[in-house]
């Protein structure tokens, strides 16, 4: 299947910081990147559409001054989180679809702690 | 509004069958997929259902029945590492996916 790659696997930061996750699609070209935001035992919550070439799309409630997402190219989506907060602390997960398909692959997940 | 349900938690056997259930209510329906997540890792791929019936892959196996709005993974001969959660997730007509908030796995000897 696809891979997509997402760096760092973790991050420690200081309340106030700003944190960059990269998420790359290593052997296709994704158009659309979709972030999501998991706290501990509850399901995933879609954040953002990453859409290449022009602004992203992020769902309600999403802070876009706060989150914000770049997708320069086919390959590569990432996030900023701005002027970290404790409660920003969760794990952030990216993935993509091929052209082709319908399944999404996923990142491996970036566990983000604020302290 | 869109909605998909499933158990919380279930407990199971090694050895054993399990059944997850999941409904859902949706604009629109693109497929229903099946995701595989342990603890603090990413979802990974298990299944995808867009017809009824019953899709079998191994020791997985889907179902899904559109009418009623409703689908279900079978897990044969568990293994301590399918300890996991499950996540269903179904795309509606804007090929949106729409989660679940996954059903933990328990697997006990």
């Known amino acids: 299947g696809a891979v997509v790659s997402q760096h760092p696997s973790w991050v420690i930061c200081k309340s106030g910081t700003s944190v960059k996750i990269e998420c790359r699609s290593l052997d296709f070209q994704a158009t659309t990147m979709f972030w999501y935001r998991q706290f501990p035992k509850q399901s995933l919550m879609l954040m953002a559409t990453s859409n290449e070439g022009s602004k992203a799309t992020y769902e309600q409630g999403v802070e876009k001054d706060k989150f914000l997402i770049n997708h320069a190219s086919l390959t590569l989506s990432t996030l900023t989180v701005t002027s970290a907060h404790p409660e920003d602390s969760s794990f952030y997960i990216c993935?993509?679809?091929?052209?082709?398909?319908?399944?999404?692959?996923f990142g491996q997940g970036t566990r983000l702690t604020v302290v | 509004g869109q909605n998909i349900d499933q158990p919380t938690e279930m407990t199971a056997t090694e050895g054993a069958i399990v059944q997850i259930n999941c409904t859902y209510q949706?604009?629109?329906?693109?497929?229903l997929f099946w995701y595989q997540q342990h603890a603090g890792e990413a979802p990974t791929f298990l299944s995808y259902?867009?017809l009824d019936g019953l899709e079998e892959k191994g020791r997985f196996s889907s179902f899904l029945s559109r009418s009623k709005g409703y689908s279900y993974l079978l897990l044969k001969e568990l293994q301590m590492k399918d300890s996991a959660s499950y996540l269903c997730?179904?795309?509606?007509?804007?090929?949106?996916?729409?989660w679940g908030a996954g059903t933990k796995l328990i697997i006990k000897p």
């Open positions: 993935s993509a679809r091929t052209p082709a398909g319908l399944e999404a692959f």
């Open positions: 949706t604009s629109g329906f693109n497929g």
């Open positions: 997730a179904v795309m509606d007509s804007n090929y949106q996916l729409i």
């Open positions: 259902n867009v």
